[in-house]
């Protein structure tokens, strides 16, 4: 089994910005939405699948468990596509992801799920 995790690395002036309670899961959102990682962390897990489109952080999924840690939900569709299958297929499918916030290295931690290989 394998779990893949991703880290983007956050600017100070971002870490500030998440010092708010009540702003920090908003906050955390933008970052997450405005970053290529949640595209790079399902790519990773769904490889070889067909083509990777519309990820996207599912709205009001991020909830903290802890100060620093968490889960979030993550939408995403997969196109199979073969001229010699006569295949054209797009399913849609959502993915939980942890999260951990390290405000001393500056970076967001993601891992996916398992994948039973």
Same mark, same amino acid.
């Given at each position: 089994?394998?779990?893949?995790?991703?880290?983007?690395? #956050?600017?100070?002036?971002?870490? @500030? $910005?998440? /010092?708010? *309670?009540?702003?920090?899961?908003? $906050?955390? &959102?933008?970052?997450? *939405?405005?970053?290529?990682?949640?595209? /790079?962390?399902?790519?990773?897990? &769904?490889? %070889?699948? @067909?083509?990777?489109?519309?990820?996207?952080?599912?709205?009001? *999924?991020? +909830?903290?468990? *802890?100060?620093?840690? %968490? +889960?979030?939900? +993550?939408?995403?569709?997969?196109?199979?596509?073969? +001229?010699?299958?006569? #295949?054209?297929?797009? @399913?849609a499918y959502r993915m939980s992801l942890d999260?951990?916030?390290?405000?001393?290295? @500056?970076? #967001?931690?993601?891992? %996916?799920? &398992?994948?039973?290989?």
């Amino acid at each position: 089994m394998t779990r893949y995790t991703e880290k983007l690395k #956050i600017t100070a002036e971002e870490i @500030g $910005q998440m /010092t708010d *309670s009540e702003q920090k899961p908003k $906050q955390l &959102e933008h970052i997450l *939405s405005e970053s290529k990682i949640l595209y /790079t962390i399902i790519l990773n897990y &769904e490889y %070889g699948k @067909g083509n990777l489109q519309n990820v996207k952080l599912l709205k009001d *999924s991020l +909830v903290f468990k *802890s100060e620093n840690s %968490g +889960v979030l939900s +993550v939408s995403y569709d997969i196109n199979e596509f073969s +001229v010699c299958a006569a #295949i054209d297929f797009t @399913g849609a499918y959502r993915m939980s992801l942890d999260f951990e916030l390290d405000i001393s290295k @500056g970076e #967001i931690s993601l891992t %996916g799920e &398992e994948r039973y290989d």
